[in-house]
């Protein structure tokens, strides 16, 4: 159980670092016209580890928790998975396999006019991986508790 507390604070540490950094951007920094690139990149950046660590999390939370053998380790699997276990809503799931389609745009080509678009996805992004976190972790929680117990 222990692995799944673990990873559930890494993801919302993530988040945290993600939010930051949302902030942050929308800060003009006079007289450094580049720094706003700077700082969209590491958002970016930032955004990847995100989504990285939200389906994994979920990839050790079906293993451990629900005893649940996972057959297919790919991202878009496992988002589908936590849709079909109820999870999640059909709009979540479409917004976080939008996620890992501009995750793997921003890691795997660079474009500037994709760049902003996607940093102007990020924001919502983030508060879709919010939303799911914070409903989950009373269940976490509880897991935790049951656990203690044994």
């Not at 580049?34 to 990149?41: H, V």
């Not at 057959?71 to 999870?87: F, G, Q, V």
Request: with cysteine; hydrophobic share 40%.
């Amino acid at each position: 159980m222990e692995v799944v507390e673990l990873r559930y604070m890494a993801m919302q540490q993530a988040l945290l670092t993600l939010e930051e950094g949302i902030e942050e951007i929308e800060i003009p920094i006079p007289g450094r016209p580049k720094a706003y690139t700077l700082m969209r990149d590491g958002v970016t950046q930032r955004f990847e580890y995100c989504i990285d660590s939200f389906w994994k999390f979920f990839k050790i939370y079906f293993e451990t928790v629900k005893k649940v053998s996972i057959e297919s380790s790919a991202p878009r699997a496992i988002l589908r998975l936590t849709l079909d276990s109820k999870l999640i809503t059909d709009d979540e799931c479409d917004t976080l396999l939008d996620c890992l389609s501009d995750r793997n745009l921003t890691s795997h080509t660079y474009d500037e006019g994709m760049a902003e678009t996607i940093q102007r996805l990020i924001p919502f992004y983030h508060v879709t991986m919010k939303a799911i976190i914070d409903r989950l972790e009373n269940d976490i929680k509880a897991t935790r508790d049951i656990s203690d117990k044994i």
